[in-house]
T-cell receptor, first 112, second 116 residues
Framework: LAKTTQPISMDSYEGQEVNITCSHNNIATNDYITWYQQFPSQGPRFIIQ???TKVTNEVASLFIPADRKSSTLSLPRVSLSDTAVYYCLVGDSTSGTYKYIFGTGTRLKVLA | DTEVTQTPKHLVMGMTNKKSLKCEQHMGHRAMYWYKQKAKKPPELMFV???????INESVPSRFSPECPNSSLLNLHLHALQPEDSALYLCASSQAGWGQSNYGYTFGSGTRLTVV
């Protein structure tokens, strides 16, 4: 059972900022939050990772509130090539075995 | 080298065939993973090798047999598959050993498997 919840899909226009939120109420104390991007028939690609507060790199920002029960991936000024599925990944230890499970992901469609 | 390389990229096999998928990484990563992904679904974890030992088998049918010959190589041996096993098979690796921390995975581009 996936431990993350994301919106199923989002549409945006080129040049806009896109924010995708992930809910992870049972995140482990020592776990990081990692976001991946996946294009059709390709493997997921690492975008960004964080533990708390804010992380920024050349492609995205990640905002994590103090309680760490959610996170928001922010993509500034999206283009058509950002159309993809975006997954957030955190650990899951509820079954007694620590593992990382992909949630359903968010299908982002960028329109011209 | 910062990549995970998977071969072949495409594979068509009959239900009586035996084939193998190969995955290679030269980043010194200590854990390697096999995932299965059906169309429009998220990747599903199949196997985890940590320090060359099988750590996780997610109740995968025995017609899938993983092998880790050394720290850089991971194979998935396929035998007597069913059409419903057709999917994208992804290999990934991570710097830390299994369960130590989530420092992020590096994924290969996958093998598109079709069982006829």
């Amino acid at each position: 059972l996936a431990k993350t919840t994301q919106p199923i899909s989002m549409d945006s226009y080129e040049g806009q900022e896109v924010n995708i939120t992930c809910s992870h109420n049972n995140i482990a104390t020592n776990d990081y939050i990692t976001w991946y991007q996946q294009f059709p028939s390709q493997g997921p690609r690492f975008i960004i990772q964080g533990y708390k507060t804010k992380v920024t790199n050349e492609v995205a920002s990640l905002f994590i509130p103090a309680d760490r029960k959610s996170s928001t991936l922010s993509l500034p000024r999206v283009s058509l090539s950002d159309t993809a599925v975006y997954y957030c990944l955190v650990g899951d230890s509820t079954s007694g075995t620590y593992k990382y499970i992909f949630g359903t992901g968010t299908r982002l469609k960028v329109l011209a | 080298d910062t990549e995970v390389t998977q071969t072949p990229k495409h594979l068509v096999m009959g239900m009586t065939n035996k084939k193998s998928l190969k995955c290679e990484q030269h980043m010194g990563h200590r854990a390697m993973y096999w995932y299965k992904q059906k169309a429009k679904k998220p990747p599903e974890l199949m196997f985890v090798y940590s320090y060359e030992k099988l750590s996780i088998n997610e109740s995968v049918p025995s017609r899938f047999s993983p092998e880790c010959p050394n720290s850089s190589l991971l194979n998935l041996h396929l035998h007597a598959l069913q059409p419903e096993d057709s999917a994208l098979y992804l290999c990934a690796s991570s710097q830390a050993g299994w369960g130590q921390s989530n420092y992020g995975y590096t994924f290969g581009s996958g093998t598109r498997l079709t069982v006829v």
